[in-house]
């Protein structure tokens, strides 16, 4: 079978080589096409509809252009140009928008591969090319090249969610940082002339973030979302392990025949009817340790005196901490992309005030909700006025 | 209400006017966008999931900023405007992959927007602006600005088509196209100074049109899908004016559990394993002179010792003949585009050559249906080869 | 001495073989970074200042990316190489703008670099290179890859040029047309499946020649400039094969310098008060069979009652007619593009509508000289008006 | 005269107002045609051969586009449109590269028009225009539309370099800032909507300064232009003020016939033989209080016993330090961009780490001379290794 050459809109081409077609052509693969690689963000930019299979591809690509400076085994370096491929393959509908319930239920996230790819065909295709698949999910779990700080992973969806979102920043300097990426072993190493492509990639991550990721339209529709799914685990309606072998059109068409709570949230999705923001806030501004968003939701709900199911708190989480710990090579000697970036440091503080905490109800009830939010997180009028201001408002 | 900016990848941004926003807003509208633009054209363009909703609000810009040059009273205007907006509305699921089946059954045709606007959301809002549904209607069946040679729906299209499949040939010079058009009325003039960027457009069309909207492997999937869709007609499993209302997920979901044939073939279409193509020859060289595709199919199979319903036979209709009627103002006279201009008489011809008789059947009986193909098409083995020449390849 | 990498618009990043490095070092390639790519066209566009030594690199990283493919020793492929690097090296100052002078003189074309790199620091290195400076000069003059219909020259040109000017039509499928192309042996075959690709940069050519090459501001300003050189060279002010050595300041400076007419044609350059059109028609309407421009002139200015040095007369020359030689491998056989492609056999047709004859004098004179110049060409009044149609007006 | 349209690569066509015409075509303001923007960056970026001629009609442009929401006359408004239309007549050749020296001499800025308007053809137009020069020069010293934090000078200088140069980081998000800047009176306002959209213009200007302006090269080029320069005025061969009526063709015409020491640097120049760094560390690690350069440079020299005309030393001055003055509304109130953004600050404190201290010579003494500066700078081995860390190395 010869290699193959899919047009990509922000790699221009993408060449699958021969032995990874078979992958590609499997049902668990194939059905990436159907899962939209930014959820319900088209609610906010019509023109995010692009799936995980293209942006599965471009990390393919982007690793497979990397991985012939590895020293390493051609087994092991194929192993890393699969982990890209695969790497989201357990990614349930809509992405991230289903991965809470996932956590909460089943404690899996979506970097543990290994139970949708046992018994698959890609497992099939692992065994002929002799591929190990506990190797290639140790990758996905923590390789630097897969998911570090400047892996892969991002460098192809900054530049991709910019594209079809039309917002330029998630632009930066892909072609340079790609070039002066180096290894030692199979250990990635940023060449010091490219400190700054690599902080341009950071800094494009911290412009994403308020205006495309966390938005807090496409917050509000994931948690009306998410709140909907519970509701019908709850019910044993769906078992959450369900969830990864369904595609956006399959849970689409089982909210939407639902009944009840979970087809009126459906409903209100599908005709752009949201929930509004009550209160929306800096997190850093807030003194309340942890937050049991489920309770404080019934609380809240009691204060105001509405329906629980029209309150939606939302306690936005920093991404799990990663340590920075990209590597740069200076005068032959190895740093931390911290320790050497003063900016690299400063958007890790600045980043903090950029997680929010909100409070989303039904239009009719935003005042009532919003005073007892107030009340519940102990939020000076003052103060709710001067966070507003780091709103990241689009 | 205000007016509202949405974001574009295209346009940069769209402002849509106060009164428009609860057009935008109606389910009727909402519903476009989970209509994909290009059907199952992201088979073979990973990013082409773009909806029939950012191209109507695409259209609907280019209408508004070309709207304030016209000679007519502001309602009239507005009506212009509406009718770009809505010029889509009465797409069905994979835009043009139903419409062969709405044009045969129910000869509808998606310009024919008035049963979807009659009783709609939309009709209220119009009625609240003293619109004129008539007019609307008329617009979008036959005004050069919504439906013409050079007009904002190709406009939009072809740029917007390009951006997402990451094919480079839709671009051509909108902004100079636009800057040189003016109106005599509400009739579009082009400016002769305009003349190479109408060429241009006219080229980029030509160009996509083998490339990406007849690409062999768009076709087959659209005919397996309208096969299918045909099927569940006959046998009663759906109505064909249901289609209307319907969405991507809604026929997706549908074909997915109705059994049989359309069953299998939606797996397959999941799945891309699609039929392949037996013949693929210029329909030019064809000399049979009216083609049945059903009796074709029939005939075929049994030459062939084959199931019908694995059978395919496409016959590619050249656009619905618009003679080029756009204008063009040199010196002061109006002249019809393609006297001005030698290229685009060329270019009408060359068209013609690209229209394709394809047979498609399943992988395993390329062979036996290629060769009754041969027969049945009357086509000279030396000419298959020398058809062959022309093929849009990819 | 390691490979050098510079920053380009066009291709990103251009890495320079460590072996080319003293090539591009030498003063007779720097003097490229002083020579406008497309003389006086920044009167025009004024964008348009790049230089010849950018898009000799860009030449040279096209081939360079080429040569992998062809089938020779290592010293012939390096000898294409620096064919790519110094085909441009011969060129004087504002390219094409001091050409015909140098033809005229001297019967010199720029594609003739022998008598630059006889005796400079790059024969030096073709030696200790072991490259043949014959072999390099016989590739420039005529190898399709160089100076073919779809060669590395255009390639980069195209593009290139049309990101200087701002103006679209130079983009076509750069990166599929370089994917496409093979060799059988050294010579260049386009593959079928890159047909589109190869008509994209046909069809650019032929936008970009009315609109940038041949814009009638871009003719005027070459032709005052040439008329104005061309009296030096008269009054022995300058030799032509001087020209060889300068660069734009030089000869900028020098007609500055140069007092009387020249001086006075440099002014009108440089405070852009240039000639008029008097009359500008389509060649293949004129009866006349050949003209000799400068009896014309003389003639025309006689009639006209005004100073002949007051009076050009600009006949455009179809490019020096490359038959279309290009090759497209076709199901295993060669076939010519025109004869696979209708199209470009009509861009042929088209081309030659194309070459305008223009005549141009100082604004206050033009009513009279267009006069004369209808009588000279004995155009009749209805045709020059029908003419002036297909004006490639901006 | 009606208006003109001038195609830009920026922003796709400027349309120059009617009343502007005159100005754009005046001596003084075509000769911004002959005077590149960013100096000597094309010995780095072979494409950055941009002159402030197309600057200057984007600024205009920008403005323009803004002008309209001012509250004012529409004589203030035209104001301020000629303002941004001319703000750069008074650069002298290589634009930046010969400022120092006008400072010093005439303690001239080239942000003082008056005396290059004096006299000329735009003082004339301004009379019949009834606009106020002086009303002009001053909005062009200071007011935040044309020269504040984010004013149309560094929206237009950004991107426009960053097309040119092929360095990706001058992109951000011009349009989103346009639309969101509003007026008090005459004073620029940013809409809290567009802080993301303001910060990304700050954070281009951090990347580009290193990338580009301070790249060590053209520092290294622009120095020896300098001290050459400096050495014909003490000489006497050129008068200072004379600079402000020469474009680049006359410098370099100069340089190359003075004799001597700087025709010496012209050719090294021309040749790209230039000097080499010596040392190059950041200045915020060297103690010395204030650094007079040409002394240092005097001492430097003697120490390592060289010539002193080898010897440059280099202190990069920040820029002159505008306080972060832009307002960005928010809730209505008005605020210091950088008392509302974290990242504002930051920028700030980290690009003081980028003003660097270089001393460069021929490349002969490179070693020689880097012993004496460790002297001079007291500047221990290690720490020289550490501060080499944040060499804007590309």
């Given at each position: 079978?010869p290699?193959k050459?899919v047009?990509d809109?922000i790699?221009g081409?993408?060449?699958?080589p021969d032995?990874?077609?078979r992958?590609?052509?499997?049902?668990?693969?194939?059905?990436l096409?159907?899962?939209?690689?930014?959820g319900?963000?088209?609610?906010?930019?019509?023109?995010?509809?692009?799936?995980?299979f293209?942006?599965s591809?471009?990390?393919?690509?982007?690793?497979?252009?990397?991985?012939?400076?590895?020293?390493?085994?051609?087994?092991?370096?194929?192993?890393?140009i699969?982990a890209a491929l695969i790497?989201?393959?357990?990614?349930?509908?809509?992405?991230h928008?289903?991965?809470?319930?996932?956590?909460?239920?089943l404690r899996?996230?979506h970097?543990?591969?290994?139970p949708?790819?046992?018994?698959?065909?890609?497992?099939?295709?692992?065994?002929?090319e002799g591929l190990?698949?506990?190797k290639?999910?140790?990758?996905?779990?923590?390789?630097?090249?897969v998911?570090?700080d400047?892996?892969a992973?991002?460098?192809?969806?900054?530049?991709?969610?910019?594209h079809y979102?039309?917002?330029?920043?998630?632009?930066?300097?892909?072609?340079?940082?790609?070039?002066?990426?180096?290894?030692?072993g199979?250990?990635?190493?940023?060449?010091?002339?490219?400190?700054?492509?690599a902080?341009?990639?950071?800094?494009?991550?911290?412009?994403?973030?308020?205006?495309v990721?966390n938005?807090?339209?496409?917050r509000?529709?994931?948690?009306?979302?998410?709140?909907a799914?519970e509701r019908?685990v709850?019910?044993?309606?769906?078992e959450?392990?369900?969830?990864?072998?369904?595609?956006?059109?399959?849970?689409?068409?089982?909210?939407?025949g639902?009944?009840g709570?979970?087809?009126?949230?459906?409903n209100?999705?599908?005709?752009?009817k949201?929930?509004k923001?009550a209160?929306y806030?800096?997190?850093?501004?807030?003194?309340?340790?942890?937050?049991?968003?489920?309770r404080?939701?019934?609380?809240?709900?009691?204060?105001?005196g509405?329906d629980?199911?029209?309150?939606i708190?939302?306690?936005?989480?920093?991404?799990?901490?990663?340590e920075?710990r990209?590597?740069v090579?200076?005068?032959g000697?190895?740093?931390?992309?911290?320790?050497?970036?003063?900016?690299?440091?400063?958007?890790?503080?600045?980043?903090?005030?950029?997680?929010?905490?909100?409070?989303?109800?039904?239009?009719e009830q935003?005042?009532?909700?919003?005073?007892?939010?107030?009340?519940?997180?102990?939020?000076?009028e003052?103060?709710?006025?001067?966070?507003?201001?780091?709103?990241?408002?689009w």
């Amino acid at each position: 079978m010869p290699s193959k050459i899919v047009r990509d809109s922000i790699h221009g081409s993408i060449k699958i080589p021969d032995w990874c077609i078979r992958i590609v052509d499997s049902p668990q693969f194939q059905r990436l096409r159907r899962i939209k690689q930014l959820g319900f963000a088209s609610l906010v930019y019509p023109g995010a509809n692009h799936t995980r299979f293209e942006h599965s591809l471009g990390v393919m690509h982007i690793v497979l252009n990397l991985a012939g400076r590895m020293d390493c085994s051609e087994r092991e370096r194929r192993e890393y140009i699969v982990a890209a491929l695969i790497h989201d393959i357990a990614h349930a509908p809509f992405s991230h928008s289903s991965e809470n319930l996932l956590r909460k239920y089943l404690r899996f996230r979506h970097e543990n591969i290994v139970p949708v790819v046992k018994g698959s065909e890609i497992e099939d295709v692992l065994k002929d090319e002799g591929l190990r698949l506990n190797k290639i999910a140790k990758i996905i779990e923590g390789h630097n090249i897969v998911s570090g700080d400047i892996d892969a992973d991002r460098m192809d969806y900054l530049v991709r969610d910019s594209h079809y979102t039309g917002v330029a920043y998630g632009v930066f300097d892909l072609m340079r940082l790609i070039e002066r990426i180096k290894f030692r072993g199979v250990e990635p190493i940023i060449d010091g002339r490219a400190l700054k492509a690599a902080e341009s990639l950071l800094i494009s991550r911290y412009m994403m973030f308020p205006i495309v990721y966390n938005h807090h339209v496409c917050r509000i529709a994931k948690k009306m979302y998410e709140k909907a799914l519970e509701r019908c685990v709850e019910d044993r309606l769906i078992e959450p392990k369900d969830l990864l072998k369904m595609d956006d059109y399959d849970i689409v068409h089982f909210l939407r025949g639902a009944g009840g709570y979970p087809e009126e949230i459906m409903n209100r999705l599908d005709n752009r009817k949201l929930f509004k923001r009550a209160i929306y806030v800096s997190r850093s501004r807030i003194h309340v340790e942890k937050i049991d968003a489920k309770r404080a939701e019934a609380e809240l709900a009691e204060d105001a005196g509405v329906d629980e199911k029209t309150v939606i708190v939302d306690v936005q989480e920093e991404d799990e901490a990663k340590e920075l710990r990209a590597l740069v090579e200076i005068d032959g000697e190895l740093r931390k992309l911290e320790e050497v970036s003063p900016l690299v440091r400063s958007l890790k503080e600045a980043e903090k005030e950029l997680m929010m905490i909100g409070v989303y109800t039904v239009e009719e009830q935003v005042e009532k909700v919003a005073k007892a939010a107030v009340r519940f997180f102990d939020i000076r009028e003052t103060i709710q006025k001067r966070l507003d201001e780091v709103l990241p408002i689009w």
